[in-house]
């Protein structure tokens, strides 16, 4: 049985798994069932059920994702003091998350302690106590206040071994971890390897954990990329301009795609599906005629090699066009979360 790493509240504040992919290779979104299990070993059954199909004594509705933290429970299990990292690339609304994470747990008796620096702080014993006021102020500013590094101590087992050890040496029975997929491959290492109680929350602005229609920071990445071409679209228009504009998304193109309808683009490339550059010259030679001016959105990791290179290509092909190339890579993940949930 697999350990889902990553889990979400829905509506209801019912615990729902959202990937199991390194244990089964599948993606999933199945309402968990709290059993006893949760409460000794943080295993979590994964399977189908309804209403009629839960088993008698378990909570419905908002008690049963309370349980799984162990807020409701007396028994010796419940969780006293848990910790929360922030890992990886930034992405807006992780303040948002770090400040909703640390009031909770106040406001149901429990210790939260902030880990500095992501896992590498976590390897090195680099702890600080949170409290409400500790967390105030943050929830509109983009980046991480617990700030992010990559470890490569943590890729080792004795690495691994040596963060288990500082949780416990600190009475922490709990840790959330907060970002993209490699944070989340990390944190099932630590779970399998070590026994670590963990919750995972899915947080980029790639938006490519499977089974979370949107991780946070994807909103606000989107949003940023799009503003920038509104405002490209008028010099576009004004010079009769092509505009490449090449956004993040790492190995998905979620982003181009989202900006590219939202921005009524030309054309969009991306790496799920390989363009042909004779396809995209035949466009834009078509929308020049009618419109005057093109803007074609290009996530970084399509397969033709990225703005620069489609740029040139296409200049090549048409050297009529008055092409110019912009990214928004960085501004889109750095950018300030929108109020109030930033994410």
């Known amino acids: 049985m697999g350990i889902p790493v990553c889990i979400i509240l829905d509506g209801n504040e019912n615990v729902v798994a959202i990937h199991d992919e390194w244990n089964t290779g599948q993606y999933m979104a199945r309402p968990v069932t709290p059993t006893s299990q949760v409460d000794r070993n943080w295993y979590m059954e994964v399977k189908r059920v309804n209403k009629k199909e839960l088993p008698r004594g378990i909570p419905k509705g908002r008690s049963r994702g309370r349980n799984l933290w162990g807020m409701n429970d007396s028994s010796s299990a419940r969780i006293q003091h848990l910790a929360l990292l922030t890992s990886g690339g930034d992405a807006p609304g992780m303040n948002a998350a770090i400040r909703a994470v640390v009031r909770t747990a106040i406001y149901h008796g429990i210790t939260a302690t902030g880990i500095m620096d992501g896992y590498e702080g976590l390897v090195k014993n680099d702890f600080i106590e949170l409290g409400p006021r500790d967390v105030r102020n943050i929830v509109q500013r983009g980046g991480t206040m617990l700030r992010s590094a990559r470890s490569e101590v943590f890729r080792t087992k004795e690495g691994r071994a040596t963060a288990a050890k500082n949780l416990r040496d600190a009475g922490i029975n709990a840790l959330i971890c907060i970002g993209g997929g490699g944070t989340q491959a990390g944190a099932h290492q630590l779970a399998n390897e070590q026994g670590v109680k963990l919750i995972g929350v899915a947080s980029t602005i ?84 009618e419109k005057g001016s093109c803007i074609v959105v290009v996530a970084e990791g399509d397969q033709e090699g990225g703005a620069f290179k489609l740029a040139d290509a296409v200049k090549e092909s048409c050297p009529q066009f008055d092409i110019r190339v912009g990214s928004w890579a960085t501004c889109s993940a750095v950018a300030t979360p929108p109020w109030p949930i930033g994410c």
Do not use: Q, W
């Open 206 to 289: 790639d938006n490519d954990l499977g089974g979370s229609d949107r991780t946070i920071g994807f909103d606000t990445a989107c949003n940023t990329a799009l503003e920038a071409m509104d405002r490209l679209r008028d010099t576009a228009s004004s010079y009769g301009r092509i505009f490449f504009v090449e956004v993040m998304g790492r190995d998905t193109g979620f982003i181009a795609m989202h900006t590219g309808i939202a921005a009524g683009a030309e054309y969009v490339m991306v790496p799920e599906r390989r363009e042909n550059v004779d396809e995209l010259v035949r466009v834009l030679e078509n929308r020049a005629k």
